[in-house]
């Protein structure tokens, strides 16, 4: 249902950077080979330490740190909704993101 050019996926709890998504369509509009933009995720408030790689596995599966085109998210299909995308395992957002990904060129502000 979106109608604008880009399309990001934040939960409620989350939030963007002040500047970020301006920066992403800079850079989206000035390049039309980039599919998406990524970031880093900043934990604030986090109930334990995180490691830096499990950082790094999160911010390479989670969908909250994309803005992506919208014309891109319709090509793949959006998430995947098969029922072995539900349950605890899940995974959808992981495959949304390698789908997303074999698009064509991201890049991470």
Not at 5 to 25: H, M, N, T, V
């Amino acid at each position: 249902m979106a109608r604008g050019k880009y399309i990001s996926f934040l939960d409620a709890d989350d939030r963007y950077a002040p500047g970020f998504f301006e920066a992403a369509q800079r850079h989206l509009d000035a390049d039309s080979t980039l599919v998406a933009i990524c970031c880093e995720i900043e934990f604030i408030n986090a109930h334990r330490p995180i490691e830096p790689l499990q950082k790094q596995a999160m911010e390479d599966v989670v969908p909250g740190d994309l803005i992506v085109r919208t014309e891109i998210a319709r090509q793949i299909g959006g998430f995947p909704v098969d029922k072995a995308f539900r349950g605890r395992g899940a995974g959808e957002d992981c495959i949304f993101r390698k789908q997303v990904l074999a698009a064509g060129k991201m890049v991470k502000l």
